[in-house]
């Protein structure tokens, strides 16, 4: 469960247009735009496995927390499992949130 402060912060996220989601998302981990992705515990086991590889691949830092509702809420989207965050500031205390 991702806490009120995480999901506000991906909200301002997404309203500074600091927010990568749905296809779009893949291809900003391979050029190396998104600083941190956030995948949802509700994902299927091939969408995880797909986007933990790329992203360790590319050494970007994931984590895999929340439902799909949170993380859509939070961003004002419908059926988003992952999202990708474009802003090294907002990545760093979505971090912090978390716990590392």
Same mark, same amino acid.
């Given at each position: 469960?991702?806490?009120? +402060? ?5 909200? #301002?996220?997404?309203? @500074?247009?600091?927010?990568?989601? *749905?296809?779009? #998302? ?18 299927? +086991? ?6 933990? +590889? ?11 927390? *929340? ?5 859509? =809420?939070?961003?004002? =989207? +419908?059926?988003?499992? @992952?999202?990708?965050? =474009?802003?090294? *500031? ?6 912090? =949130?978390? *716990?590392?």
């Amino acid at each position: 469960m991702l806490s009120n +402060d995480v999901l506000s912060l991906l909200g #301002l996220a997404m309203r @500074a247009r600091k927010i990568s989601h *749905g296809e779009v #998302l893949y291809n900003d981990i391979r050029h190396r735009r998104v600083y941190l992705v956030i995948i949802s515990e509700e994902a299927s +086991d091939n969408t995880k496995k797909k986007l933990t +590889d790329k992203c360790t691949y590319y050494h970007i830092d994931y984590h895999i927390i *929340g439902c799909t509702d949170e993380i859509s =809420k939070a961003i004002g =989207k +419908d059926n988003r499992v @992952a999202v990708g965050i =474009k802003d090294r *500031g907002f990545a760093n205390s979505v971090k912090l =949130k978390l *716990g590392g």
